[in-house]
């Protein structure tokens, strides 16, 4: 089946530790996005990359580094840096039909970051 | 900036009504527009995406309306079941770059 996958579900950082959220996509799109989701504050973009090898910052980029290796791949790392990391992240994807005309953005089923 | 308003937050209705969830923008120069479901604790579920040429979209109980000029778009509900309890949010595209900028979303629940 088709899909964007998030791993993993659930994830626990301690204080002053980096941690990797992997978001994997078999739908050969093209972008691919980071969100994270608080309560009462609807979802934020992080990171997005619309080809591999290239990405651009989102509206609350700070303490978060991505990369865009290869196509189906677009890791999410949040840094020390990142001072209230405790969120719901979620990752999208969707392809362009040309003419500014995208598709669908489909998302993952999120990771649920704790710090501890 | 591009804002995007989703009233009411919360809805609760009996089952078997048919209803009207509301998104605003405040920028009409979109590309497209999409409405999502959410489940406690779960990703999104893309429902409808409407293209900017396009005036309405249907999927099965669900029909999705978008007036460009004035910034509104609505999802109609026909003939509410409890499993429509969620959180549904909108979207839109302002640009080419893909983003998306969400409404906070409106959470409904449908009372057997």
């Known amino acids: 089946d088709g899909g964007i996958t998030q791993s993993p579900k659930y994830l626990f950082r301690k204080e002053g530790q980096n941690v990797t959220l992997s978001c994997e996509q078999n739908l050969n799109h093209d972008a691919m996005y980071w969100y994270r989701q608080d309560p009462g504050q609807g979802l934020r973009l992080i990171y997005y990359s619309q080809i591999v090898n290239d990405f651009q910052k989102g509206d609350i980029a700070e303490g978060y580094s991505v990369s865009r290796e290869k196509k189906e791949s677009f890791p999410l790392t949040v840094t020390s840096a990142q001072k209230n990391p405790t969120a719901f992240y979620l990752c999208a994807s969707s392809s362009w039909q040309g003419n500014f005309l995208y598709t669908e953005a489909f998302f993952g089923q999120g990771t649920r970051l704790t710090v501890v | 900036k591009q804002e995007v308003t989703q009233i009411p937050a919360a809805l609760s209705v009996p089952e078997g009504e048919n209803l009207v969830l509301n998104c605003s923008f405040t920028?009409?120069?979109?590309?497209?527009l999409q409405w999502f479901r959410q489940d406690p604790g779960k990703g999104l579920t893309s429902l409808l995406l409407i293209q900017s040429s396009q005036r309405e979209q249907t999927s099965g109980r669900l029909n999705a309306s978008l007036d460009k000029s004035s910034g509104r778009s609505t999802l109609y509900i026909a003939a509410s079941q409890p499993g429509d309890s969620a959180t549904y949010l909108c979207?839109?595209?302002?640009?080419?770059?893909?983003?998306?900028?969400f409404g906070q979303g409106t959470t409904l629940q449908v009372k057997p």
């Open positions: 979207a839109v595209r302002p640009g080419n770059t893909g983003k998306l900028i």
């Open positions: 920028d009409s120069a979109i590309y497209n």
